[in-house]
């Protein structure tokens, strides 16, 4: 019986030792920039009215003793005592603080975005950013929410780069391996001014932005913020006084650029008592059977007044007049025609259609669909190594275009306030938004994110224009928009993001 | 004479295997089963068809007990087919293939359908004097098909292939009555999802692949065998091994720690070569599943491809 027995337990054992199951996130090869961006301290700032509002102290010099001891403590006391620990961490930022304080971004609205839950009264309570933790947590991070927190981060960490770039060459400090050749940098050594140091501006510049959009994660941050500079240290790219004076450059910028949000109309994005007048505005211009939630009990639609909240790349005047065209009106030929189709696919969904819009679908627990195109553009600046300054001007451009989006897309939504086809009977595969459906808001923001994304990578034009259009199409496979809002939306999406090209072509970079 | 009797007996497949795959809508089963202690003959086949019906209007949200308007009632039904076989007296072979449907009563998830997973399994009797037996049991599932796994609670499994070991200790005394005692450790294999990037352990995961945690399961049966009528009373107890817990108002996502205590009956009469099973099951506590009921009918056909040596 014992010999009949071995090969059952030794079989148990066999598929608990084989089973290593956890998935690695990739690890990606720190890059040497493929152009420092000498002349990136002249560049058009956002929000500050020049790169010299913050002040930054004239470093000591190189032969001072004071930094000399700085050296001597990297080659001497640090370098010797680096753990395998901090190597990692060496590794994880050298791919670059712009890229990693982005997937932070985009990690933490993945985990904030989920709907609350309806209470005892079946009413929806409202988020509080006083207490974040408590359920329901703030802020729920949906495509609004997201796309304007990644927007600041990117102008935040933009301006205090353009900013540090000019005192960087101002003061042209050089990297301490330049200095002292016994140094050895373990991240790709370059000609860069140390001073202040890069990586530090953007750490303290992204953590003051999320600490106040994501109010709840600021001990989470706290790691990030130090690890990401001591792993700077570590790898010695920078002395400490590097950081000190990076720090503090980020966060005085940071503070800028948060005192502007703070003003943006976004804490009044949420006006729910607006929404009767908008109906009664819809109605009076031909809209019949005006968008209804679909859940139970009924949600209020995602917030009524983004639309109102401040655009980056054009006026509030531009985003009216190009507001898209009045679409299909319930029972016309056109719109039975659209709803035709989705009722065809939800017969006959194939699986391919299923793919792409689940790949697309960016929803519930998701990092939305303007982070998507965050992550697409992050890696792209990856790919073409880019220094901090020129990831940061391109995340830049895409997120305040992404944020336009958003806002003129809102805007759209609740002044047509059409009905999803779900008020018709059409199941989804993706599950549904609580907001009306003219026009698409997946379409609105990969158009825009697509064109901005065309101008600094031409030569993948066709490739971001490809997923863009899937991503739109995406939405009529999960069967929760017609076919008109999907059009409209890539048209809109387009214009919107070419206002942001435009920016970029006039920011004096050159680019 | 447990083998003489056994002849008569068509059995359950797969309970275990099959009923956790998809666990927040947990399926169906039929005949003969790896946690029992019943064999075909040598040469004997028996086939069956079964219907399951499984449905739950509350689950636990993590530890949270909570229904969901937009769900209402979350109906899962299978059609399956099944067969045992007797290789040798004391090795049997059994495999299944259900189809699966499921919707949802009220809210507006599209309702997913297909063929889930072929299942294999091979019984062996290790020892077995007295009335007194044990049995090892070895199997394994593949998807037959590419159903999309992270679409819960709508989709029809989890689309993982799993291997599984499986320990039965059985005691039938000559009344009739016995009693079962079954334990196993299921390895299940990650799956790829439609998407790039997904959200576990509340951490981001730039990668299309789910990690599917591995899964232990064990049970009690006190039950009645003789002659045509098989009757059992069971517990049974389903444990993910790691995962993470359905966050507030989210979603279930595959890779939740999904956890459940079932009780049930399970009834069997076969005068000849036509038999008739079916089964009941409820959920009694979980977490990360739907409280479900689980009712599954089956017709059972048996025959020989050889005259009995004996």
């Known amino acids: 019986m014992k010999m009949k027995l071995f090969p059952v337990i030794a079989l148990v054992g066999a598929f608990i030792v084989a089973c290593d199951k956890d998935i690695q996130n990739p690890l990606l090869e720190p890059y040497a920039v493929s152009s420092l961006d000498e002349n990136a301290g002249q560049w058009k700032p956002y929000i500050l009215s020049s790169v010299s509002d913050i002040v930054v102290p004239e470093p000591k010099p190189v032969t001072d003793p004071a930094y000399l001891k700085e050296l001597d403590s990297l080659k001497n006391y640090i370098a010797p005592r680096v753990t395998p620990e901090n190597r990692a961490a060496v590794e994880h930022w050298g791919a670059g603080a712009v890229y990693r304080w982005n997937e932070i971004a985009r990690e933490l609205s993945a985990r904030y975005n989920l709907p609350p839950a309806s209470n005892a009264e079946g009413k929806y309570p409202v988020p509080d950013a006083a207490n974040p933790l408590k359920d329901p947590k703030f802020p729920f991070a949906n495509p609004p929410y997201a796309a304007r927190a990644l927007a600041y981060l990117s102008v935040a960490q933009f301006d205090a780069l353009v900013t540090a770039w000019n005192y960087k060459y101002k003061f042209n400090r050089k990297a301490p391996y330049k200095i002292d050749s016994g140094i050895k940098p373990l991240l790709p050594a370059s000609d860069l001014p140390s001073y202040p140091s890069e990586a530090a501006v953007v750490a303290a510049a992204s953590y003051t932005v999320l600490i106040a959009m994501f109010p709840g994660e600021v001990p989470y941050l706290d790691g990030k913020l130090a690890e990401n500079k001591n792993a700077m240290i570590w790898a010695a790219m920078s002395t400490p006084s590097d950081i000190t004076a990076g720090d503090a450059l980020g966060k005085a910028v940071a503070a800028r650029v948060m005192a502007k949000a703070k003003t943006d109309g976004m804490s009044a994005a949420n006006n729910q008592s607006r929404t009767p007048a908008m109906i009664e505005t819809a109605k009076s211009i031909g809209i019949i059977e005006p968008w209804k939630s679909q859940e139970s009990p009924l949600r209020p639609t995602m917030l009524p007044t983004y639309g109102e909240v401040a655009t980056w790349n054009f006026s509030k005047e531009t985003m009216i007049a190009m507001r898209p065209p009045k679409p299909w009106i319930v029972g016309t030929p056109e719109f039975e025609k659209d709803l035709k189709e989705l009722q065809g696919i939800q017969k006959n969904q194939t699986r391919e259609q299923a793919r792409i819009a689940n790949f697309w679908a960016d929803g519930a627990g998701s990092y939305t669909p303007p982070a998507h195109w965050h992550r697409i553009g992050a890696e792209a600046g990856k790919d073409a190594k880019y220094s901090e300054v020129r990831m940061a001007r391109t995340l830049a451009l895409l997120g305040t275009a992404e944020m336009d989006a958003g806002i003129a897309c809102w805007d759209a939504k609740h002044y047509y306030f059409t009905p999803r086809p779900q008020q018709f009977g059409v199941k989804t595969s993706v599950g549904l938004p609580n907001f009306p459906s003219y026009t698409s808001g997946h379409s609105t923001f990969s158009s825009a994110g697509a064109t901005v994304l065309s101008y600094i990578f031409p030569e993948r034009k066709n490739e971001f224009e490809a997923m863009a259009l899937e991503a739109s199409n995406s939405r009529i496979y999960g069967l929760i928009h017609y076919r008109v809002d999907c059009e409209m939306g890539v048209a809109h999406g387009k214009t919107i993001g070419g206002y942001a090209v435009q920016r970029g072509q006039t920011d004096g970079s050159g680019l | ?310």
């Open chain 2, 1 to 310: 004479m447990f083998s003489m009797n056994l002849k008569y007996f068509m059995t359950r497949i797969f309970a275990a295997v099959l009923l956790f795959r998809v666990l927040l809508f947990p399926a169906f089963l039929s005949a003969q089963q790896p946690n029992d202690a019943i064999y075909m003959d040598k040469n004997a086949i028996c086939i069956v068809a079964a219907y399951g019906h499984n449905s739950w209007d509350t689950y636990w949200e993590n530890t949270l007990k909570r229904q969901n308007l937009n769900i209402g009632t979350n109906t899962t039904q299978s059609f399956a087919l099944m067969a045992a076989a007797g290789i040798t007296d004391k090795l049997n072979l059994l495999v299944g293939l259900p189809y699966v449907s499921t919707r949802n009563s009220a809210g507006n998830l599209l309702g997913q359908k297909g063929l889930q997973d072929f299942s294999a399994a091979l019984k062996y009797k290790l020892f077995n004097n007295e009335g007194l037996s044990l049995h090892g049991t070895l199997g394994g599932s593949i998807p037959v098909s590419n159903y999309v796994p992270d679409f819960l609670p709508m989709s029809i499994g989890l689309h993982s292939a799993t291997a599984s070991a499986r320990l039965v200790f059985n005691y039938l005394h000559k009344s009739g009555i016995y009693f079962t005692a079954h334990g196993a450790y299921t390895a299940r294999s990650n799956v790829r999802t439609d998407r790039d990037s997904y959200q576990a352990n509340d951490k981001i995961y730039n990668s299309d692949e789910l990690a599917i945690p591995n899964a232990t399961d064990g049970g009690i049966n006190i039950g009645y065998l003789k002659n045509s009528l098989q009757a059992t009373l069971f517990l049974e107890r389903f444990d993910c091994v790691g995962g993470d817990h359905i966050r507030r108002n989210d979603a279930p996502y595959p890779t939740n720690d999904m956890e459940a205590t079932n009780i049930g009956a399970y009834v069997k009469f076969q005068p000849g070569h036509f038999g008739v099973n079916a089964r009941y099951a409820y959920t009694t506590s979980g977490r990360n599943v739907g409280q479900t009921t689980s009712l599954m009918a089956g017709i059972l056909y048996q025959f020989s491809i050889k005259k009995s040596s004996n």
